[in-house]
């Protein structure tokens, strides 16, 4: 029976995040976008453990009025790491005034919805490029199931020390860390609407995470929900599709990881 083994996992983890540095960045800092939730609160921390929190900057992205921004303040007060807060509202609102008004047609709700997040990632990575870093991913192996991110905003960086980590098992690793309970176990909003994540999807993380585990889901509905999303999200975790020509390519090619 699978067993997840948190002491295990982070220690590998923290290997993973240094070797990657090793080949990808020596003597780079990691950019995390610090949501104030779990994912980003937990890579945070490992980055910390890591690299030392000198390596770490955390971005604050309030679009606006942010009501939860103190969880953001108390964790990178809490890992005693640099941080900027970057207010994407006057550029929010003028990409989605330019697009309103240009657009042959109404924009959707989706597109209002993903614009913030993409925007946080443009600012996220200009952040990173000024500073020599690498932008740390904080996706889950849960969220991505499901395709409960946006492609090239909070789905985008360099490296992803959780993608394949459940949301039980990210929650296992905050609180190994010694994070304060109050952001392992932060209810994740949409930021829209005021419904969780999980009312949005229609179940549990917990009965999302004992499916992929064990491959079990004893609500047949809820079975059904999960690889309906499964089968029309799984794209975004794929690389583009690209034209194949069988043309030679003979430059020495090698991979740094």
Not at 46 to 51: E, G, H, K, N, S
Not at 181 to 191: A, M, N, R
Not at 195 to 223: H, M, P, Q, W
Not at 228 to 252: Q, T
Request: proline share 3%; charged share 25%; aromatic share 8%.
């Amino acid at each position: 029976m699978y067993q997840f083994d948190v002491e295990k996992v982070t220690r590998d983890v923290i290997s993973w995040i240094q070797e990657f540095f090793e080949v990808n960045g020596k003597d780079c800092k990691a950019v995390v976008a610090i949501s104030g939730g779990k994912d980003s609160s937990v890579v945070a921390a490992l980055c910390v453990a890591a690299l030392g929190k000198d390596r770490v900057f955390g971005v604050l992205l309030p679009n606006g009025e942010q009501a939860d921004i103190d969880a953001s303040k108390l964790l990178v007060s809490h890992l005693g790491i640099d941080h900027t807060i970057i207010n994407i509202k006057a550029g929010f609102d003028g990409l989605l005034g330019e697009i309103t008004d240009k657009l042959p047609c109404e924009v959707t709700k989706q597109t209002r919805t993903n614009l913030p997040a993409r925007l946080r990632m443009a600012a996220t990575y200009a952040v990173a490029q000024s500073m020599n870093g690498r932008v740390a991913n904080t996706c889950n192996l849960s969220e991505d199931w499901v395709g409960y991110s946006t492609r090239y905003g909070d789905a985008a960086g360099d490296f992803s020390p959780l993608s394949h980590l459940t949301v039980q098992e990210v929650k296992a690793i905050g609180a190994y860390l010694g994070l304060p309970e109050k952001l392992v176990q932060k209810t994740p909003i949409d930021g829209l609407s005021g419904l969780s994540d999980e009312e949005n999807l229609g179940f549990t993380y917990a009965a999302l995470d004992t499916y992929i585990r064990t491959g079990v889901c004893e609500d047949e509905e809820v079975k059904a929900k999960i690889d309906y999303k499964r089968k029309m999200n799984k794209f975004k975790l794929e690389l583009m599709p690209s034209f194949a020509y069988d043309g030679p390519v003979l430059a020495k090619d090698e991979s740094l990881m």
